[in-house]
Nanobody, 122 residues
Framework: QVQLAESGGGLVQTGGSLRLSCAAS????????MGWFRQCPGKEREFVAS????????YYADSVKGRFTISRNNAKNTVYLQMNSLKPEDTAVYYC???????????????WGQGTQVTVSS
């Protein structure tokens, strides 16, 4: 099983950018599809984006399509989330997660990290 640790969150103004990173432990990182999720207080965790094992295919929630980009570097055991044109409604704790098999799904992810807070001020 892979262990995950997110970083890169912070406070940014509307329209700004942040890049989140998720570092994975273990030698089998490249065997996992990776995903980013987010959760606001009092709300359920929601899917943001996912990427396949090679990094060649991605999948986005409609709310972030065109603004966020997921990528990965298997040599560094790291997955990234580049967030541009941020909006106050993007404020949340962001988590990365892993799963075997397909990336083209919003369910079945596990090995959750501890999360990183992103706050977008208006």
């Amino acid at each position: 099983q892979v262990q995950l640790a997110e970083s890169g969150g912070g406070l940014v103004q509307t329209g700004g950018s942040l890049r989140l990173s998720c570092a994975a432990s273990g030698r089998t990182f490249s065997a996992y599809a990776m995903g980013w999720f987010r959760q606001c207080p009092g709300k359920e965790r929601e899917f943001v984006a996912s990427i396949n094992q090679s990094g060649g295919s991605t999948y986005y929630a409609d709310s972030v399509k065109g603004r966020f980009t997921i990528s990965r570097n298997n040599a560094k055991n790291t997955v990234y989330l580049q967030m541009n044109s941020l909006k106050p409604e993007d404020t949340a704790v962001y988590y990365c997660a892993a799963r075997r098999g397909t990336y083209y799904t919003q369910s079945g992810f596990g090995s959750w990290g501890q999360g990183t807070q992103v706050t977008v001020s208006s």
